[in-house]
Nanobody, 129 residues
């Protein structure tokens, strides 16, 4: 059972930056596909970014492309979501998620919540205008 804990959320002005962290209970996240999702008030949870464990390919929602970046640290136990040029519409609870270990999840499916087996509790990001 992988436990994920997000941190780094907070209140920021539009145009600002934040870096979210996702710490895992596992010794390494090297063999897990990782994703970030978000849920704004009154809306369904949506895909934000994903990092494939094989090859390290990254994928982004169109709404965050060029502004957000997903990465993994050298010790492979923490995943980050660096967010720049934040907009009020980025306000949401951000969730970190992981697929099963060694999962051979293909690109389109990485955008789907149901492909992820483990979830964090979420961290609030609020962007003021």
């Amino acid at each position: 059972q992988v436990q994920l804990v997000e941190s780094g959320g907070g209140l920021v002005q539009a145009g600002g930056s934040l870096r979210l962290s996702c710490a895992a209970s596992e010794r390494t996240l090297s063999y897990y596909n990782m994703g970030w999702f978000r849920q704004a008030p009154g809306k369904e949870r949506e895909f934000v970014a994903a990092l494939k464990w094989v090859g390290g390919s990254t994928y982004y929602a169109d709404s965050v492309k060029g502004r957000f970046a997903i990465s993994r640290d050298n010790a492979k136990k923490t995943v980050f979501l660096q967010m720049h040029s934040l907009l009020p519409e980025d306000t949401a609870v951000y969730y970190c998620a992981a697929t099963g270990r060694y999962a051979s999840t293909r690109y389109p499916d990485l955008l789907t919540e149901s492909e992820y087996d483990y979830w964090g509790q979420g961290t609030q990001v609020t962007v003021s205008s």
